[in-house]
T-cell receptor
Framework: GAGVSQSPRYKVAKRGQDVALRCDPI?????LFWYQQALGQGPEFLTYFQNEAQLDKSGLPSDRFFAERPEGSVSTLKIQRTQQEDSAVYLCASSLGLAGPTVDTQYFGPGTRLTVL | RKEVEQDPGPFNVPEGATVAFNCTYS??????FFWYRQDCRKEPKLLMS???SGNEDGRFTAQLNRASQYISLLIRDSKLSDSATYLC???????????FGTGTRLKVLA
């Protein structure tokens, strides 16, 4: 079956531009996560959705970052007024059940590589 | 101090060798533990979850030491295809946040 998909795969933005990154999770997956991965580092947690509810956004680095999942399936990560330090790979992951008490496998998408010039 | 720490490597080992990685975590309330594998320019994929009693999957063995707050991954009979970055992942009880280490890079040489 289809895995997690993300679009665009690559995005080049000029400093100050707004960008929107899309994630299509595996159908029926309740949990959705966004991560930021800088070169040579592990993924850093940004935010977590359980269906349409954003239950944890503690990892969003600033108020320029905003994520939504209005119908509990597709999610969008928006970055306003992009800065050079926002350059990274943005990974989306979904899992079947509920995060928290339940141990559950996260399936990652291929990521969006964002370069801010 | 980082919440999850790993030796970044690289570990260069010959085919057939046994190699072990450790990962330490700082939060004693950590509840769930995983090893993920990430190939260059690819997404992470779950290698195995780590259970309190330790667990094995073929050539891979994972162990958890709660008293010393570390988890380990042992790879026996290394294959060229094992070359990748191995990410240690920890989730703290009562949170939805999965914390990744920086990863340990393994290169298996012919």
């Amino acid at each position: 079956g289809a895995g997690v998909s993300q679009s665009p795969r690559y995005k080049v933005a000029k400093r100050g531009q707004d960008v929107a990154l899309r994630c299509d999770p595996i159908s029926g997956h309740v949990s959705l996560f966004w991560y930021q991965q800088a070169l040579g580092q592990g993924p850093e947690f940004l935010t977590y959705f359980q269906n349409e509810a954003q239950l944890d956004k503690s990892g969003l680095p600033s108020d320029r970052f905003f994520a939504e999942r209005p119908e509990g399936s597709v999610s969008t990560l928006k970055i306003q007024r992009t800065q050079q330090e926002d350059s990274a790979v943005y990974l989306c992951a979904s899992s079947l059940g509920l995060a928290g008490p339940t141990v559950d496998t996260q399936y990652f998408g291929p990521g969006t590589r964002l370069t801010v010039l | 101090r980082k919440e999850v720490e790993q030796d970044p490597g690289p570990f260069n080992v010959p085919e057939g060798a046994t190699v072990a990685f450790n990962c330490t975590y700082s939060n004693s309330a950590s509840q769930s533990f995983f090893w993920y594998r990430q190939d260059c320019r690819k997404e992470p994929k779950l290698l195995m979850s780590v259970y309190s009693s330790g667990n094995e999957d073929g050539r891979f063995t994972a162990q958890l030491n709660r008293a010393s707050q570390y988890i380990s991954l042992l790879i026996r009979d290394s294959k060229l295809s094992d070359s990748a970055t191995y990410l240690c992942v920890v989730r703290t009880s009562g949170t939805y946040k999965y914390i990744f280490g920086t990863g340990t890079r393994l290169k298996v040489l012919a």
